[in-house]
């Protein structure tokens, strides 16, 4: 009996088998290739996530795109982009801080990734990329002064009698990225300041 019921059901188990082929093939390979941009946004003096921070697209020669591709990052400090086809893509981000009474973006460009399809496939059709920001790195900036030719003692942490204390710790307050794969990344960085005007 149970070698009758496989073989009426084997004709079934045929038939079910041509008619996924057949509905996969009618779907167009980019659907596959399409990748999801992903990460947060991090206060790292605090360690807190930032909210409300902009994450924003450009094409490989940080040209926007029209309409803008752009989003908020959300109560955790995290973003996506779905549907993302293969390209070069600069990934930029920027959040808010405040000074002499005017309110800043301070925006940080890091460089060009790369969405390759056979890597799309490889680490499941995600990119993570993370950004970090100080409010303490903000604040010379927008006094035009170089942290690294700087000695203030008020910062957590340093040590008046090391050499390296306070230079690996400004490195570490400094706008950064962090990627998980960061093969397909190449460095270009830009930081700038834009005063809000509303």
Do not use: C
Not at 15 to 26: A, G, H, N
Not at 99 to 106: L, M, Q, R, S
Not at 180 to 192: D, I, P, Q
């Amino acid at each position: 009996m149970v070698y009758v019921y496989y073989y009426v059901l084997k004709p079934f188990e045929m038939t079910r088998t041509l008619f996924y082929l057949l509905i996969t093939s009618l779907i167009p390979s980019s659907v596959y290739s399409q990748t999801k941009i992903s990460g947060h946004v991090v206060d790292m003096q605090l360690g807190k996530p930032i909210a409300g921070a902009t994450v924003f697209i450009h094409n490989e020669f940080n040209i926007a795109f029209s309409p803008p591709i752009q989003t908020l990052t959300n109560e955790f400090g995290y973003f996506e982009f779905t549907d993302m086809e293969p390209g070069k893509y600069n990934v930029n981000a920027f959040t808010y801080y405040e000074a002499y009474g005017d309110t800043f973006a301070y925006v940080y460009q890091p460089g060009t990734i790369t969405l390759e399809k056979e890597y799309s496939k490889a680490f499941g059709n995600s990119f993570i990329i993370d950004f970090g920001f100080s409010k303490y790195y903000f604040n010379y900036l927008v006094n035009n002064q170089n942290p690294n030719d700087q000695l203030y003692p008020e910062f957590a942490g340093y040590d008046s009698n090391s050499n390296t204390g306070m230079h690996t710790l400004l490195r570490f307050l400094k706008h950064r990225v962090y990627l998980r794969n960061s093969f397909n990344f190449k460095r270009n960085e830009s930081v700038f300041l834009e005063k809000k005007t509303w």
